[in-house]
């Protein structure tokens, strides 16, 4: 019974490691879009362009990413038995 309980768990965690690199990548992007579109307003080329409000969304994405990851460390130790 504990050996079912951790391959099922392994394998969840498996599901999340694919996921990973194209949500950091997807992070990364965003960011390197508020660089450009901010840098681009202070040259003028696009008037009034959203680069301050594209920073705090990437900040606030970022920040809930860390939650995600806190709570899904917690709910993982939760369920792991205690030795």
Known sequence: MASQTRCSASARRRGRIS??????LQRYGGYVATA???GLDQAGVPPNAPGGLLQH???IIGF????ALAG???ADSATRPKH
């Open 57 to 59: 969304l990437m900040i």
């Open 64 to 67: 809930g990413g860390c939650v």
């Open 36 to 38: 450009v579109d901010t």
């Open 19 to 24: 996921r990973r690199p194209s949500a950091g």
């Open 72 to 74: 899904r460390l917690l």
